[in-house]
T-cell receptor, first 115, second 110 residues
Framework: NAGVTQTPKFRVLKTGQSMTLLCAQDMNHEYMYWYRQDPGMGLRLIHYSVGEGTTAKGEVPDGYNVSRLKKQNFLLGLESAAPSQTSVYFC??????????????FGPGTRLTVL | RKEVEQDPGPFNVPEGATVAFNCTYSNSASQSFFWYRQDCRKEPKLLMSVYSSGNEDGRFTAQLNRASQYISLLIRDSKLSDSATYLCVVKEGGNTPLVFGKGTRLSVIA
C-alpha cells in the first residue's frame, strides 16, 4: 500500500501561471482533503470531498478549484497563481467523516513557490 | 470560527524528562479527539486517538476532560526521537472535517 501520494513534490511558478496538484490514495477512502500549511498558521483546509463527484469549500477556498472524478484521486488547481499561494500543500484522506474512522492519513506534501 | 488552542512552545526538555502538552477546544459539540505528530518538513501522522476514559500507548498518555473542554498529552522518558511538533485535533459530530490546532513544538536535548 502506497497510502496517500502527491505529485509533484516541488514546484516553482511565476505569478499568473496555472497548475494542478494531484493526490492519489489506495485505501478506498471516501473522504479526501486539501490543506495548506504556512509558518505560524497551522493547517488550513482549502477544499474537501465526501465522495466521488462531490466537493465542498473549506476555510480558505479562494483562488483554488478541485475535482474528484475518481474515488482514488483528488485534484487541486490554481488557475492564476499568486505569491500569497506560496505554501506547503498537503492532501489527506479518511475512511469517513463520522467519529469512527475519521482519522486522516496525509500525503508527503507539495512545496509550491510562486514568484 | 471553531478554535483549537495550543501553547506553541517550544518546549526544550532533556532526555528522560516527562513533558505535558495541553489543548483547549471551543466547540462543546466536539466528539472525536486526536493527537498528531509532525516532524520537520514532513506530513502530520496520527499519534493516538483520545478516548473519554483516557488512554495510554507506551510512553504516551492522552486525557480528555469534556467538562473543561481540555485535552492533554503526557510523554514520559522523553527520547531524542520525540522531537517534533504535536498537533491537537478535534472533530465535531456529523459529516464535518477535523479542526487542527497550530501545534506545540518539542525539542528533546541530549
Amino acid at each position: 500500500n502506497a497510502g496517500v501520494t502527491q505529485t509533484p513534490k516541488f514546484r516553482v511558478l511565476k505569478t499568473g501561471q496555472s497548475m494542478t496538484l494531484l493526490c492519489a490514495q489506495d485505501m478506498n477512502h471516501e473522504y479526501m482533503y486539501w490543506y495548506r500549511q504556512d509558518p505560524g498558521m497551522g493547517l488550513r483546509l482549502i477544499h474537501y470531498s465526501v465522495g466521488e463527484g462531490t466537493t465542498a469549500k473549506g476555510e480558505v477556498p479562494d483562488g483554488y478549484n478541485v475535482s474528484r472524478l475518481k474515488k482514488q484521486n483528488f485534484l487541486l488547481g490554481l488557475e492564476s497563481a499568486a505569491p500569497s499561494q506560496t505554501s506547503v500543500y498537503f492532501c489527506a484522506s479518511s475512511y469517513s467523516a463520522f467519529p469512527i474512522g475519521s482519522e486522516q492519513f496525509f500525503g508527503p506534501g507539495t512545496r509550491l513557490t510562486v514568484l | 470560527r471553531k478554535e483549537v488552542e495550543q501553547d506553541p512552545g517550544p518546549f526544550n526538555v532533556p532526555e528522560g524528562a516527562t513533558v505535558a502538552f495541553n489543548c483547549t477546544y471551543s466547540n462543546s459539540a466536539s466528539q472525536s479527539f486526536f493527537w498528531y505528530r509532525q516532524d520537520c518538513r514532513k506530513e502530520p501522522k496520527l499519534l493516538m486517538s483520545v478516548y473519554s476514559s483516557g488512554n495510554e500507548d507506551g510512553r504516551f498518555t492522552a486525557q480528555l476532560n469534556r467538562a473543561s473542554q481540555y485535552i492533554s498529552l503526557l510523554i514520559r522518558d522523553s527520547k531524542l526521537s520525540d522531537s517534533a511538533t504535536y498537533l491537537c485535533v478535534v472533530k465535531e459530530g456529523g459529516n464535518t472535517p477535523l479542526v487542527f490546532g497550530k501545534g506545540t513544538r518539542l525539542s528533546v536535548i541530549a
